[in-house]
């Protein structure tokens, strides 16, 4: 099984991620509302086991418990992956969310880099602070080792924008997360 549990422990969060690449249970509990459902959205949609429990700073604001989830997270895929042999290791997706559009293009090549075309016309889904999307994405891509490209289309309610992209991310994960018996998909050999 490629699994991995990762704690991480600051003076503004302590985290606790147990992740399997290859499904099972799903609990999420970082005490912002909407980003647990975009959490569970992630791990349904990719079809990964995922628990996860933050105690953030949230009296400050989402912004600490939202990317350092997100630091934990790509150091667990990173940890998960291994030497990222044997998996397809390139993977895309488009999600419509009734108005929305979301697109996700990634390549787990140890090259991480962020493309983030996304623009929320609210600044709040609940607790959430929509900004924090991006930071999200920033810190799981750096720390996993993707080079995640995240293109929002259109759409006009944030609840949707945002699911759309999270689910966007989930499928072309689980698309580059698939195994196969190449090796190291790579000219290099390694990655």
Same mark, same amino acid.
């Given at each position: 099984?490629?699994?991995?549990?990762?704690?991480?422990?600051?003076?503004?969060?302590?985290?606790?991620?147990? &992740?399997?690449?290859?499904?099972?249970?799903?609990?999420?509990?970082?005490?912002?509302?909407?980003? #647990?459902?975009?959490?569970? =959205?992630? =791990? /349904?949609?990719?079809?990964?086991?995922?628990?996860?429990?933050?105690?953030?700073? &949230?009296?400050?604001?989402?912004?600490?418990? /939202?990317? #350092?989830?997100?630091? =934990?997270?790509?150091?667990?895929?990173?940890?998960?992956?291994?030497?990222?042999?044997?998996?397809?290791?390139?993977?895309?997706?488009?999600?419509?969310?009734?108005?929305?559009?979301?697109?996700?293009?990634? #390549?787990?090549?140890?090259?991480?880099?962020?493309?983030?075309?996304?623009?929320?016309?609210?600044?709040?889904?609940?607790?959430?602070?929509?900004?924090?999307?991006?930071?999200?994405?920033?810190?799981?891509?750096?720390?996993?080792?993707?080079?995640?490209?995240?293109?929002?289309?259109?759409?006009?309610?944030?609840? %949707?924008?945002?699911?759309?992209?999270?689910?966007?991310? =989930? %499928?072309?994960?689980?698309?580059?997360?698939?195994?196969?018996?190449?090796?190291?998909?790579?000219?290099?050999?390694?990655?």
């Amino acid at each position: 099984m490629r699994t991995s549990k990762i704690e991480r422990n600051t003076k503004e969060t302590q985290i606790k991620i147990e &992740l399997c690449l290859d499904g099972g249970d799903v609990q999420i509990s970082t005490g912002i509302g909407f980003f #647990d459902h975009m959490l569970n =959205a992630f =791990a /349904v949609h990719g079809g990964y086991g995922l628990k996860i429990n933050v105690k953030g700073d &949230l009296e400050v604001d989402t912004h600490h418990t /939202v990317e #350092d989830t997100g630091i =934990a997270l790509g150091m667990a895929f990173k940890e998960a992956l291994l030497d990222k042999s044997n998996i397809n290791r390139y993977g895309s997706f488009y999600i419509p969310m009734d108005e929305s559009l979301a697109s996700c293009a990634l #390549d787990i090549s140890n090259r991480p880099y962020l493309v983030f075309n996304a623009k929320f016309n609210e600044e709040r889904c609940g607790d959430y602070e929509t900004c924090c999307t991006e930071e999200f994405f920033r810190a799981f891509a750096f720390n996993a080792g993707i080079t995640l490209h995240i293109n929002l289309l259109y759409g006009s309610n944030s609840h %949707h924008e945002i699911e759309a992209i999270f689910k966007a991310v =989930a %499928h072309a994960m689980s698309i580059a997360t698939t195994k196969n018996n190449i090796g190291v998909l790579s000219t290099k050999g390694v990655l």
